[in-house]
């Protein structure tokens, strides 16, 4: 069975840095680029936004502008996990944060990033 089963995330102020995972069961995980994406507000039909992308060598990484500068994306095959680190973090920042094997349905169950002013 296909998990992809996230940890990290919390409540911070803004400026401050946090840390999610995410790690993969049931495929061969260096086979798959991984996306890390966002969901800003909840509910049907909202849509989520790409963060950062990492090949499946983790050789190459693409950010979205808001990332850019502020966020990192790596990556550890031998431990099926994938990694976004984020700093200097934003009230706009506030989301939930998914893990995504690219181009498949497994995502991962979401963490929640809250940054206050």
């Known amino acids: 069975q296909v998990q992809l089963v996230q940890s990290g995330g919390g409540s911070v102020q803004g400026g401050d840095s946090l840390n999610v995972s995410c790690v993969g069961f049931g495929f061969t995980f260096s086979r798959f680029s991984m996306n890390w994406y966002r969901q800003i507000r909840q509910g049907p039909g909202e849509e989520r936004e790409l963060?950062?992308?990492?090949?499946?060598?983790?050789?190459?990484?693409e950010y979205s502008d808001f990332a850019k500068g502020r966020f990192t994306i790596s990556r550890d095959n031998d431990k099926s996990t994938v990694f976004l680190q984020m700093t200097d973090l934003r009230p706009e920042d506030t989301a939930m944060y998914y893990c995504?094997?690219?181009?498949?349905?497994?995502w991962g169950q979401g963490s929640q990033v809250t940054v206050s002013s």
């Open positions: 963060v950062a992308s990492i090949s499946k060598d983790g050789e190459k990484s």
């Open positions: 995504n094997a690219r181009g498949t349905i497994w």
